[in-house]
């Protein structure tokens, strides 16, 4: 999620509870699985060449209440049983579940737009934004180093063979860094791999790394670069160097950002499909959602042609539920075991509102259809802010 120097966001806590559905479905006796599935319409679905806004954008001046048209019938419920939304507050929540003591732990990536890079870590959801204990410094880039300093922002963190790659945006140049833990502690030490450079050995431009770690052995960067959707091959074992030209995958004349993926089981025939989750619109209006784009594994993912995009958004403001602006996250693994999704939202449709309003974390459960691919969803609410 791209910062702007004029607009400054000063953030609270969230606090509620919720373990029902948002809205009530046409069948409200089935809440997951294949009940849920046979509830909901077949969505539309778009192939490369096709894919446009979701929303009407005004531009980055726009007051930002110029709302996407809400209707929740026939979205998958909003479920986040065990969890009190709002986490927190806080924005380009990039989460990584691991095991430790043989339990769930969860992480969470967190800047200062300096020169620091941080870890939240804890075994339950509720308390990872509450508890500042729970966030550990993972990096510090020093200003010997980067005289010009980094401005560090829109932290990525995953698993990268039997270590962890932490990557993150560095608003002073445009450019995005690269760290990868020493061991298998992702609390651990790190050492620092540099700017990511393109083929050619210059630095790519563009913020809200994220990488693909790949069943066919590969591992791909994307990322925005602003009106773009980016992604390139790196270097195996060298992830800090790409090895490809770039693709542009979403290049639609819109600001897209924040991409983040996962892989869903695809029950029709028995293959995987890679669901890249972006954000759309700005980041700071109420219009701002959730879009996808989609491709089965077993096609190259940096050939656009491949990829498909599901026409409306998956995750959308819903004033009846307080949630605008809903975007700019991740997917990982929630404590049932299965997806679950994190985003930043606003609880006002005015936005940010020059910088009288906060973003706060919220997480529910990911639920696909059976391709693989993540459903529209009602977004969760949080019922008390504080």
Do not use: C, K, M
């Given at each position: 999620m791209v910062q702007f120097a004029q607009i400054v966001l000063a953030f609270g806590c969230a606090v509620s509870t919720h373990h029902a559905w948002a809205r009530p479905l046409a069948s409200s006796s089935a809440t997951k699985g294949a009940g849920v599935l046979g509830s909901l319409p077949l969505f539309k679905d778009v192939p490369w060449g096709q894919f446009g806004p979701a929303a009407k954008q005004a531009g980055a001046g726009a007051a930002g209440s110029d709302n996407i048209t809400e209707d929740?019938?026939?979205?998958?419920?909003?479920?986040?049983?065990?969890?009190?939304?709002?986490?927190?507050e806080g924005f380009d929540p990039q989460f990584l579940t691991v095991t430790r003591n043989g339990k769930p732990f969860y992480l969470v990536t967190d800047v200062d737009?300096?020169?620091n890079v941080f870890l939240r870590a804890s075994y339950d959801l509720n308390d990872i934004y509450r508890d500042e204990s729970k966030k550990h410094t993972i990096h510090h880039y020093?200003?010997?180093?980067?005289?010009?300093g980094v401005g560090t922002e829109a932290a990525d963190i995953v698993r990268y063979g039997e270590k962890f790659l932490y990557t993150v945006s560095a608003i002073a140049d445009d450019t995005m860094r690269a760290l990868i833990s020493t061991t298998d502690d992702p609390l651990g030490e790190y050492t620092d791999l540099g700017r990511i450079l393109g083929q050619d050995g210059t630095p790519l431009t563009g913020y809200d790394p994220h990488v693909i770690v790949h069943p066919n052995g590969n591992s791909y960067l994307t990322w925005s670069?602003?009106?773009?959707?980016?992604?390139?091959?790196?270097?195996?074992g060298a992830p800090s160097r790409a090895v490809s030209p770039v693709s542009n995958l979403v290049s639609y004349g819109v600001n897209t950002e924040a991409p983040s993926s996962w892989i869903f089981d695809n029950r029709n025939n028995g293959s995987r499909t890679l669901n890249l989750m972006y954000a759309e619109g700005n980041y700071y209006q109420s219009n701002y959602n959730t879009?996808?784009?989609?491709?089965?594994?077993?096609?190259?993912?940096l050939d656009p042609r491949q990829w498909y995009q599901r026409a409306q958004p998956i995750l959308a403001s819903d004033s009846s539920q307080g949630v605008y602006g809903p975007g700019s996250g991740s997917l990982f693994t929630g404590p049932d075991g299965e997806a679950w999704c994190a985003y930043g939202a606003f609880a006002s449709r005015d936005g940010a509102d020059d910088g009288k309003n906060e973003r706060y974390v919220r997480v529910q459960v990911a639920q696909p259809d059976d391709k693989g691919v993540w459903l529209p969803t009602q977004v969760i609410a949080a019922q008390q802010l504080d």
């Open positions: 929740a019938s026939g979205l998958a419920p909003a479920l986040a049983p065990g969890v009190q939304n709002s986490l927190g737009f300096g020169l020093p200003n010997t180093t980067y005289p010009d670069n602003h009106e773009f959707v980016q992604i390139v091959q790196l270097q195996n879009r996808l784009l989609y491709i089965d594994v077993a096609q190259d993912p």
